[in-house]
């Protein structure tokens, strides 16, 4: 069975702090993304990996970066959590072929105070 | 710049009715559309997809139509249950990543 793992569920973080987002796949996936979903704002891509070690901004990346050490793990990390990064947020991964669908981990919610 | 809009926030439908969810997109280059189904604290899941060279996709009680002239999908639920209360996303898949709508609240009442 498919499977995308968000290692917390809920998060509260102080304003400052560096926050680690891990997630895990095990289905082999090249692609792996992280989304943030804000209300009436969508899920908006903060950055995605097509490899290991390869990483590619999306819409939303001020703030953030990301690591891909392992094919199955990718990292989002908040340099310097602000208040403003408050939203729950989204790893997804999907195979290399275009036409098919990415699968979502079960969402992290970060409260940044 | 929002490529990918949905501009129902919200829609309520009665059990056993036809719930249909709307999508507009920009780009004419996208060529794979999905549907997303998401509850309350919970990662999105997988509804149904299309290709653009379809016009329609039919899955059970979901149905996708797409009108690329119009740069147009939509989701039908027929009949709707109150299980499928939830939000939808359309997204449409541009090179290597999927840009998502913002998403339409569907509550389905008894």
């Known amino acids: 069975d498919v499977k995308v793992t968000q290692s917390s569920r809920y998060l509260v973080k102080r304003t400052g702090e560096k926050v680690f987002l891990e997630c895990v796949q095990d289905?082999?996936?090249?692609?792996m993304f992280w989304y943030r979903q804000d209300p009436g704002l969508g899920l908006r891509l903060i950055y995605f990996?097509?490899?290991?070690?390869?990483?590619e901004k999306g819409d939303i990346p001020e703030g953030y970066s990301v690591s891909r050490e392992k094919k199955e793990r990718f990292s989002l990390i908040l340099e310097s959590a602000s208040t403003n990064q408050t939203s729950m947020y989204l790893c997804?991964?999907?195979?290399?072929?275009?036409?098919?669908?990415?699968?979502f981990g079960q969402g992290t919610r970060l409260t940044v105070v | 710049d929002q490529q990918v809009k949905q501009n129902s926030p919200s829609l309520s439908v009665q059990e056993g009715r036809i719930s249909i969810l709307n999508c507009d997109y920009t780009?004419?280059?996208?060529?794979?559309f999905l549907w997303y189904k998401k509850y309350p604290a919970e990662g999105p899941t997988f509804l149904i997809s299309?290709?653009?060279?379809?016009d329609k996709n039919e899955d059970g009680r979901f149905t996708v139509f797409l009108n690329k002239s119009a740069k147009h999908l939509s989701l039908h639920i027929v009949p709707s249950q109150p299980g499928d209360s939830a939000v939808y996303f359309c997204?449409?898949?541009?090179?290597?990543?999927?840009?998502f709508g913002t998403g339409t609240r569907l509550q389905v009442f008894p």
């Open positions: 997804a991964s999907s195979p290399g072929n275009l036409n098919t669908e990415a699968f």
């Open positions: 289905m082999d996936h090249e692609n």
């Open positions: 990996s097509y490899d290991v070690k390869m990483k």
């Open positions: 780009n004419s280059m996208f060529d794979y």
């Open positions: 299309i290709s653009s060279i379809k």
């Open positions: 997204a449409a898949r541009g090179t290597d990543k999927l840009i």
